[in-house]
């Protein structure tokens, strides 16, 4: 029998979150960190799709109500663009502390697509309070945007949870050489593991349904979401 779940946007203090809810708590949540499309029809779907699996998802909104649904592509960038790194960690620390003492959860990881990849990365270091990480096509170019303050590399190696990164092999984004330095930052860790899939032939986002319509994006999502919800399960379900 599925799962019955709840979906409801819901403030926390001055953020504006979506979140979904499994019929029984088991305890587990993940933050979530949406790509450029904010939380738009499809990352309301991940976070559906988390609840069924019994995982509490509360997601981040970067842009405070404007998504895909209701705003242009270029807008988003324009946003983008003005996002600080420490005023972002700073509210999901908050989104992770209400996870915690207001919901109640035990353990709690994060998930993160494109620009929301890289605040994981971030976040991982930076809290470890956290389960997991899970970085989808994290968007780290070279050089850095201007607005990117903080080393994900230098951040990752930090992380004390076990993390999952995916990465598409013609990613026009992000360099070889940036996920190299990522994957180095992983496997170097005295601890934690480190499991990194890579898509030959997919593009940067393939996650996003957008990019589905080429078949080699549609089949490394349809290859790692079940590999990502199993992660979760193992990591903050126990």
Request: hydrophobic share 40%; proline share 6%; charged share 20%.
């Amino acid at each position: 029998m599925a799962e019955k779940i709840t979906g409801e946007f819901v403030p926390v203090g001055t953020s504006r979150t979506y979140l979904a809810r499994p019929e029984v708590d088991e305890g587990g949540g993940m933050l979530l960190l949406p790509m450029l499309t904010g939380i738009g029809e499809q990352v309301r779907e991940f976070a559906a799709d988390l609840a069924a699996a019994g995982v509490t998802a509360l997601s981040w909104d970067p842009w405070d109500g404007p998504s895909a649904d209701n705003t242009g592509h270029e807008e988003l960038v324009r946003l983008m663009g003005r996002l600080d790194d420490e005023t972002a960690l700073a509210e999901q620390q908050r989104l992770l502390s209400h996870m915690f003492n207001e919901l109640g959860l035990r353990r709690v990881g994060v998930i993160g697509w494109c620009l929301g990849g890289r605040f994981a990365l971030l976040l991982g270091g930076r809290d470890k309070r956290l389960a997991n990480v899970i970085a989808y096509h994290p968007t780290v170019p070279i050089p850095a945007a201007p607005n990117h303050a903080l080393d994900a590399a230098e951040h990752a190696a930090r992380i004390d949870a076990p993390v999952m990164m995916h990465y598409p092999g013609a990613d026009d984004l992000v360099p070889r050489e940036s996920f190299d330095a990522l994957n180095a930052a992983l496997t170097g860790r005295s601890h934690g593991a480190s499991i990194v899939h890579t898509y030959p032939g997919a593009e940067h986002g393939f996650s996003a349904r957008a990019r589905q319509t080429k078949p080699v994006n549609e089949e490394a999502y349809l290859h790692s979401w079940p590999q990502s919800l199993s992660f979760v399960r193992t990591t903050v379900l126990r």
